[in-house]
């Protein structure tokens, strides 16, 4: 019987030359002669010739041989995961002119049951596990098996907390939601006193121009304040239409927080029946 050990230490399927522990790839070290002709140079260690990749420059030995290594795509690999990483917190969600809606921390899914919750499957890994799978007792697998359903049901307890802070985070939305949607209420009512005024002082203006020869004075007062309530109306005017363009850009963003919180709570809910599948036969076991 092989020993978990040995099976691990064994070549696997379809190995490239990339660590798994590492993004980095493998390379070897090359010796490159200065002199053409020259002797070559050997070049052992206890890896047989592979080491990870580094960005370091060549460096010379005692022989003047000049040791290069492979270059290493740690950086281009640590750019990349940034790059999913800012991409799975972007909104799925667009208003009508194209423009991606931006919004809280789930207006991108849940993170626990979303497609990014789950890592890329490793071929190395599952044929590694069932190496050492079939070298185990059944009392040990038992043992493992229960093991892992704890930590199901562990995982299932962070999923159901995760659902409650989301539905927080809805209910904060639609809370600044119904706060500016009192914004506007008051901007409209203003809009309507200023309009009042405006209507009151226009038709002042009316009588004083029909009196402009006997009363050019009276007339250019009234004029005057027509000016300043313009003025005023245009200001309080646009106040109300930035107060509304800001309660239609909530109001889509609630709208996109509902539609993901249901689709959120329906893969919860798979995931759920899932895992609650895996305790129940690992329990038969």
């Known amino acids: 019987m092989t020993s978990p050990s040995t099976a691990s230490l064994s070549p696997t399927p379809n ?12 390379s070897h070290f090359h010796m490159n002669p200065s002199n053409p002709g020259g002797p070559s140079t050997d070049v052992t260690n ?4 592979w080491l990870p990749a580094t960005d370091l420059p060549p460096e010379t030995h005692p022989n003047g041989a000049a040791v290069t290594r492979g270059g290493s795509h740690l950086k281009s690999s640590s750019s990349t995961r940034s790059l999913k990483r800012s991409s799975s917190r972007r909104s799925l969600f667009t208003n009508s ?5 931006e919004g809280s921390t789930f207006i991108a899914g849940a993170a626990m049951t979303g497609p990014g919750s789950t890592g890329e499957p490793n071929e190395n890994l599952a044929f590694r596990a069932a190496t050492a799978d079939a070298s185990l007792t ?25 659902a409650k802070t989301e539905k927080r985070a809805l209910g904060v939305a639609i809370n600044e939601l119904a706060a500016l949607q009192k914004v506007q209420t008051l901007a409209i009512r203003n809009e309507a006193r200023a309009q009042a005024a405006r209507t009151k002082i226009f038709a002042d203006f009316q009588k004083e121009e029909a009196l402009f020869l006997a009363a050019r004075s009276k007339f250019e007062a009234a004029q005057s304040r027509l000016n300043s309530e313009d003025e005023t ?10 107060a509304t363009e800001r309660l239609q850009e909530k109001a889509q ?7 993901m919180f249901g689709v959120d709570e329906r893969e919860r809910a798979a995931k759920m029946t899932e895992l609650e599948g895996k305790h129940k036969s690992c329990v038969i076991c």
Not at 253 to 259: A, G, K
């Open 15 to 26: 190995s490239d030359d990339r660590s798994i522990y590492f993004d980095a790839p493998l």
């Open 46 to 49: 206890d890896s047989n010739g």
């Open 97 to 101: 002119e194209g423009r991606t809606i």
């Open 138 to 162: 059944s009392k040990q697998r038992s043992r493992i098996a229960k093991s892992e359903a704890q930590d199901a049901k562990h995982l299932s307890r962070v999923i159901k907390q995760e």
């Open 233 to 242: 109306m245009e200001i309080v005017r646009n106040n109300a239409q930035e």
């Open 253 to 259: 963003e609630v709208d996109s927080l509902r539609t």
